[in-house]
């Protein structure tokens, strides 16, 4: 075995001495412009796996043919070379291609409705940052490949967001990443960063296929299948000598182009989002407040707050010195929110000093319930069952997401023990009795638990809960409030 490995050293070395002895070797070419992209980019010093992922169904793609009548391929090469006119990509028809949009057309329509319904809220705002930084606005499809536009969808390997940034790459580019913020799953500071990003790769490459080759699997690999494939520059050229998840990310972006720019076509229907981006707006937090405790304020329901918001990882939008940390809401409550953020701070402050952190002091054992979720259920859903925030319901599971799944047992320290762990119960079974004079409230259209405590000194949220039998905090025009005069 010594023998024999000496025998291998030797034949290396001997092997090494001929390469470094012949003047072949010194005439070996690398292809230029393989070589000069490498150079460009070791400049740059970003690492080429900026995206370690892909939806494990593109790089499972098969080009098999599909059989889908309602789809000619006659009017597919048609509709392609319209498309092509009108964008910067290459949307050249070829087979494999057609295989994947009618794949998807045949087999995810219900999952691609869902994103074109979703898309109504994001395109608008990714087309205003791609268009900032003069990015082509088809770019925008890229955050259907990467993310479903989920902006807290996380990959196995820890990429982030709708535009899957990992956790180093996030930070270089600007995004805060920390206890309370993951600023890779904020809609617009991320969709920025991807524009920095790609526009960087395209002034490498030249060419918007591979700057989307590159942005998947990192410059080094798209150099690489280039010289492999013997100096082409064309995507679908070196596609064969690229990683396999690589090989399927652009017919996957162009299938999906294809069918959002053709989905009325295809049968799809384009709703209107029940929000839009543009009936938003944002401000920036002074003090540190929570989700439910501005859907307390608002009356905005918890669950349409955190989709608006979805950076902040524990619904606490907090407060740091030098740094700006934004709320975003509906239009029709940022008047309200700026006119009384003053009280609003000082109600958020008061909560937050009535906390107690040690949990056997705050609570009773016997307050102590497993909830077990069920069809329909969310955490937003459950805090108000039981009279308590998204946020203890996280920590006191160790819950890292807000995503549940029935059967999924929950521990509750329950601040309402007469709540049912079974039901949703609107009312509470019995109102406290009120000892001295009464008044009553008509609620109004605007009205909130907390505005109303507004107009009387010294009643809280929670007094007029208790007085009126709520466990939650939804109103409704015309309703009689009772109010103790205190």
């Keep these: 075995m010594k023998d024999s490995l000496i025998d291998n050293t030797t034949q290396t070395t001997n092997s090494i001495q001929v390469l470094k002895d012949s003047s072949s070797f010194r005439t070996l070419k690398d292809n230029e412009f393989a070589a000069k992209i490498d150079e460009r980019w070791y400049e740059e010093l970003y690492n080429n796996n900026l995206f370690d992922t892909i939806y494990k169904s593109v790089s499972e793609l098969t080009y098999e043919p599909v059989e889908y009548p309602e789809l000619s391929t006659d009017t597919l090469k048609a509709r392609l070379k319209r498309l092509d006119a009108r964008t910067p990509f290459n949307v050249e028809y070829n087979p494999s291609l057609e295989s994947v949009i009618k794949s998807y057309l045949k087999r995810r329509r219900k999952h691609l409705q869902s994103l074109i319904t979703l898309s109504a809220f994001y395109f608008p705002m990714f087309e205003r940052e791609l268009?900032?930084?003069?990015?082509?606005?088809?770019?925008?499809?890229?955050?259907?490949?990467?993310?479903?536009?989920?902006?807290?969808?996380?990959?196995?390997?820890?990429?982030?967001?709708?535009?899957?940034?990992?956790?180093?790459?996030?930070?270089?580019?600007?995004?805060?990443?920390?206890?309370?913020?993951?600023?890779?799953?904020?809609?617009?500071?991320?969709?920025?960063?991807?524009?920095?990003?790609?526009?960087?790769?395209?002034?490498?490459?030249?060419?918007?296929?591979?700057?989307?080759?590159?942005?998947?699997?990192?410059?080094?690999?798209?150099?690489?299948?280039?010289?492999?494939?013997?100096?082409?520059?064309?995507?679908?050229?070196?596609?064969?000598?690229?990683?396999?998840?690589?090989?399927?990310?652009?017919?996957?972006?162009?299938?999906?182009?294809?069918?959002?720019?053709?989905?009325?076509?295809?049968?799809?229907?384009?709703?209107?989002?029940?929000?839009?981006?543009?009936?938003?707006?944002?401000?920036?937090?002074?003090?540190?407040?929570?989700?439910?405790?501005?859907?307390?304020?608002?009356?905005?329901?918890?669950?349409?707050?955190?989709?608006?918001?979805?950076s902040y990882k524990l619904d606490v939008v907090p407060f740091i010195k030098d740094?700006?940390?934004?709320?975003?809401?509906?239009?029709?409550?940022?008047?309200?929110?700026?006119?009384n953020e003053d009280s609003i701070y000082a109600y958020a402050k008061a909560e937050f000093e009535k906390r107690e952190k040690p949990l056997p002091q705050f609570f009773k054992a016997d307050d102590k319930v497993t909830y077990r979720v069920k069809s329909?259920?969310?955490?937003?859903?459950?805090?108000?069952?039981?009279?308590?925030?998204?946020?203890?319901?996280?920590?006191?599971?160790?819950?890292?997401?807000?995503?549940?799944?029935?059967?999924?047992?929950?521990?509750?320290?329950?601040?309402?023990?007469?709540?049912?762990?079974?039901?949703?119960?609107?009312?509470?079974?019995?109102?406290?009795?009120?000892?001295?004079?009464?008044?009553?409230?008509?609620?109004?259209?605007?009205?909130?638990?907390?505005?109303?405590?507004?107009?009387y000194p010294g009643v809280s949220v929670q007094d007029i809960k208790d007085w009126n039998g709520f466990s939650g905090s939804s109103l409704k025009p015309g309703m009689k409030l009772k109010i103790a005069k205190l």
């Design 376 to 455: 329909g259920d969310y955490l937003g859903k459950i805090s108000r069952q039981f009279g308590v925030r998204v946020s203890e319901i996280k920590r006191w599971n160790g819950l890292r997401s807000n995503n549940l799944k029935i059967g999924q047992r929950l521990t509750i320290f329950n601040k309402k023990p007469n709540v049912s762990t079974s039901s949703t119960p609107k009312v509470a079974s019995k109102p406290k009795a009120i000892s001295g004079p009464v008044t009553y409230y008509t609620v109004g259209n605007g009205d909130s638990l907390w505005s109303i405590s507004q107009k």
């Design 131 to 310: 268009d900032n930084q003069n990015i082509p606005l088809e770019i925008k499809y890229l955050a259907i490949v990467e993310s479903a536009l989920k902006p807290r969808a996380k990959s196995r390997v820890g990429a982030t967001g709708l535009w899957q940034f990992m956790f180093a790459t996030g930070k270089e580019y600007g995004l805060d990443v920390s206890s309370y913020v993951d600023e890779r799953s904020d809609p617009i500071k991320s969709t920025i960063a991807a524009s920095q990003y790609l526009s960087r790769l395209y002034g490498i490459f030249g060419d918007w296929d591979l700057a989307l080759a590159a942005y998947n699997s990192g410059p080094g690999n798209v150099s690489k299948a280039i010289r492999r494939s013997g100096g082409y520059r064309n995507y679908w050229n070196i596609r064969h000598n690229l990683p396999r998840e690589t090989a399927g990310y652009l017919p996957a972006f162009l299938a999906n182009m294809y069918i959002f720019e053709y989905a009325e076509e295809h049968g799809f229907t384009k709703y209107k989002p029940e929000i839009a981006y543009f009936e938003t707006d944002t401000i920036h937090v002074k003090r540190m407040i929570t989700l439910d405790q501005v859907s307390e304020v608002t009356s905005v329901p918890i669950e349409k707050l955190q989709f608006l918001n979805p």
């Design 323 to 339: 740094e700006n940390y934004s709320l975003r809401l509906p239009n029709e409550v940022i008047g309200k929110f700026v006119n």
